[in-house]
Structure formats: structure tokens, C-alpha cells
Nanobody
């Protein structure tokens, strides 16, 4: 059974940092694109960042560009999201995603085949 397990969420003050991790199990995603989405209370789920299988290409939502960084360690079957200069509007549940495709980095939710259960990130002002 394929699982994506997120960790690293929590409560931090505005301006602080968090590092989310997503460990995959059940299959390797070393040749697949992965990413992060988030959903704030009362809002639609939105794209945050994505990374190609090699880590050579990344894509970010405009709202997080310059503050967030997505990386991966294929040997550990893990993807990370480093979040700096956090703002209250970054609050939400963050979901790790994985695609069966590779090299076609996407910001569209329907391009991802596997989703984690999510980890809560709360930024206080």
C-alpha cells in the first residue's frame, strides 16, 4: 500500500520557519514528480510547490516564491518543504503529493495520483 506521511507541521510566529517532510512508503518515487498543496480554512486547496524526479526543476506558487524551497532525497524516498518568513496567510493543512509521471512538473491537483493525510501549519501574527 502506497503511503505519503507528512511531518514537521506546528505552530510558529509570523516570520518564523518550518521544515515539512514527506516520507513515501509502499513504492519508490525516485523517478516521479512530487509536490505540496495546502488548504486554508474555508478555502480551496491550492498548489504550493513541485519538484521533478531528479530535483533539477522546481515550480512554486507566486505566493511562496522566494520564501519556500522544495527539495528531495531519493535515497530516502522523501521530499521536503523548507518554509521561511512565514505569514499568517500560510496557515493551513499541507498535503504531500506524488505523480506517476516524471518530468512534467505540474501545479494542477488532478495531475497527482497520491496524496498524504496532511499536516497542520499554523502561523500566529
Amino acid at each position: 500500500q502506497v503511503q505519503l506521511i507528512e511531518s514537521g507541521g506546528g505552530l510558529v510566529q509570523a516570520g518564523g520557519s518550518l521544515r515539512l517532510s514527506c516520507a513515501a512508503s509502499g513504492r519508490t518515487f525516485s523517478t516521479n514528480d512530487m509536490g505540496w498543496f495546502r488548504q486554508a480554512p474555508g478555502k480551496e486547496r491550492e498548489f504550493v510547490a513541485a519538484i521533478t524526479w531528479s530535483g533539477g526543476n522546481t515550480l512554486y506558487a507566486d505566493s511562496v516564491k522566494g520564501r519556500f524551497s522544495i527539495t528531495r532525497d531519493n535515497a530516502k524516498n522523501t521530499v521536503y518543504l523548507q518554509m521561511n518568513s512565514l505569514k499568517p496567510e500560510d496557515t493551513g493543512v499541507y498535503y504531500c503529493v506524488a505523480s506517476l509521471a516524471s518530468g512534467y512538473i505540474s501545479s494542477r491537483a488532478h495531475d497527482y495520483n497520491y496524496w498524504g493525510q496532511g499536516t497542520q501549519v499554523t502561523i500566529s501574527s
